[in-house]
């Protein structure tokens, strides 16, 4: 086939090729990864609201703010990379490529960068800047999840790996922007009925 419409062309189609065959050689291994790719974000929403119990157990104000911020980041990434994945208008490996194997519903948007390892990526840098140890976990979540879209056909290894760095570097700098007024929120929040969002015990210490 013509490339041209994928990044990378004739590369990427044979690292896509190379996952693809293996997808086709581990039928066992379908289920599990179609779950996996298709409903995985729903773990990644119990890890943000884990990162954030934790975080107002310890009552450290730094890692509750950027746990409450978590979300909001991933969906900031999200959003910043329709613009990208119009701008680059990557054709899915199973439009440029009709003879892949493909577990998933097929969409009819572009692939480049995926919208789940952005998700992925972004979500991992909330978990750690909210609790370290549960940011390994999440990562290698991650990381797990950017490789079962590849083999579940959705994309090609180029999507996701950029999709990683897209969220990881989206949610690094909006957290960053946004931490001056999120800090002086969180500290309004400890004088309002709602102060338990900030902490477990209101009238414990406060690490700052």
């Known amino acids: 086939m013509a490339s ?9 189609e044979g690292w896509f090729s190379a996952v693809n065959d293996f ?6 291994l379908h289920t599990p990864a179609r779950m996996y790719a298709e409903y995985g974000v729903v773990l990644f929403a119990g ?3 884990f990162s954030w ?14 746990a409450l911020w978590a979300p909001a980041g991933a969906l900031i990434a999200i959003g910043v990379n329709q613009f990208l994945v119009a701008a680059v208008a990557e054709e899915r490996p199973y439009t440029a490529m009709p003879q892949a194997l493909v577990l998933v ?8 960068p995926s919208d789940h390892a952005v998700m992925a990526g972004a979500v991992v840098v909330g978990v750690v800047l909210a609790t370290r140890r549960l940011g390994r976990v999440t990562a290698a979540l ?7 879209r590849v083999y579940v056909g959705a994309h090609f290894p180029l999507d996701v790996a950029a999709g990683l760095a897209v969220g990881a ?15 002086w929120l969180i500290l309004l929040l400890l004088r309002t009925p709602v102060r338990l969002l900030v902490r477990a015990h209101p009238e414990g210490m406060v690490r700052q």
């Open 4 to 12: 041209g419409t994928v990044v990378w062309g004739q590369t990427q």
């Open 23 to 28: 997808a086709r050689s581990t039928p066992w």
């Open 47 to 49: 890890l943000l609201l």
């Open 53 to 66: 119990l934790l975080a107002r157990r310890d009552g450290d104000l730094r890692r509750v703010t950027a």
């Open 105 to 112: 519903s097929r969409s009819t948007d572009y692939s480049f």
């Open 142 to 148: 991650a990381v797990v999840m950017a490789l079962t």
């Open 169 to 183: 570097i989206v949610a690094v700098v909006s957290y960053l922007a946004a931490r001056p007024a999120l800090s």
